[in-house]
């Protein structure tokens, strides 16, 4: 469940005008300014316009950088290979699982987010890290009652883009994304599913915590709420959804940022922390500022 928690949330509820979301990159050879920029997997697209300088910034560079190219997902090739990756292996499948008591508990989470319109055993076949995808999904929408699943936040960001004339490059694959939630032992995925629908109350609070400091644009808050004991990530989580991604991207950002301007868009867990990039840009000898 903490894996998910942080692909899926990294959340908020409302937004504000003072949010720092938007960081500057200046400064050891770049050309022009470069941008930061955390995004939400799950805010109302109407953040970008209350995001101070966000529109300016995407209009003065080169290109956008995001965690996938968005418009991949919805080709049928993408689309193939995410309904694979999530299916179950036949003697995996949920109802050989858990017990009876354990069945209905996660039944019980999931019908009280769909009014009873989904159960369990309509998603029998599918891997449990994808129920608890659509669990996480349910909580963070909480934070969210406004939220249009047709208009996603990086995808948005990706569109303006383009419609700005602005090339659009990736970090990683769907492949790869997709492996990174889906991909894990059966039996650890059952029990951070099992997990998910047992403190499903307290992620809903954790949520809203998380949901309250990116409104403020509280980065030393996210990171906070992130690596809260108990439902935040453990350091091995981290590593593998965060540092590790992160050691790679930053390779490719400090080779872009020599030879274009570039606006990175990805989740606002990438950017906070010792490890974030924002640290290690500066570590680098950037100057990192946010805009305001």
């Known amino acids: 469940m903490k894996k998910l928690f942080l692909t899926l949330a990294v959340i908020v509820a409302s937004m504000s005008c003072n949010a720092q979301l938007l960081w500057k990159v ?9 941008y930061l920029f955390g995004t939400h997997h799950v805010a109302p697209v109407d953040m970008l316009d209350k ?7 995407l209009k003065g560079v080169d290109a956008v950088y995001g965690e996938i190219d968005m418009a991949l997902m919805v080709s049928p090739e993408a689309q193939q290979s995410i309904l694979s990756l999530a299916m179950a292996p036949a003697d995996s499948t949920l109802n050989k699982l858990y017990t009876t008591e354990q069945y209905d508990s996660i039944n019980a989470v999931l019908k009280k987010y769909t009014s009873g319109m989904a159960t369990l055993d309509q998603l029998n076949m ?4 994808m129920v608890a995808t659509q669990i996480a999904m349910f909580q963070n929408m909480v934070a969210f009652p406004g939220f249009n699943a047709s208009q996603q936040l ?17 970090f990683e694959t769907v492949e790869f994304q997709m492996n990174l939630l889906f991909g894990d032992p059966i039996a650890d995925q059952a029990e951070g599913l099992l997990k998910a629908a047992r403190t499903d109350e307290e992620a809903i609070g954790h949520v809203k915590e998380l ?11 996210i990171e906070k709420v992130m690596f809260a004991p108990e439902i935040g990530m453990d ?13 790679n991207w930053i390779k490719t950002i400090k080779d872009a940022v020599g030879h274009e ?20 840009l500066q570590d680098a000898g950037y100057t990192v500022t946010p805009v305001k």
């Open 26 to 34: 200046s400064g050891n050879g770049v050309k022009g300014d470069s």
């Open 51 to 57: 995001t101070p300088g966000f529109n300016d910034a």
């Open 126 to 129: 599918l891997k449990p890290s």
């Open 154 to 170: 990086d995808q948005t960001v990706q569109l303006k883009a383009k419609e700005l004339g602005k090339a659009i490059k990736d």
């Open 211 to 221: 949901a309250r400091a990116y409104t403020e644009g509280d980065l030393a808050a």
């Open 235 to 247: 350091e091995e989580t981290a590593k593998h959804m965060l540092y590790d991604r992160n050691d």
């Open 261 to 280: 301007s570039i606006m990175v868009a990805v989740g606002i867990g990438h950017l906070v922390g010792e490890r974030g990039l924002i640290k290690q």
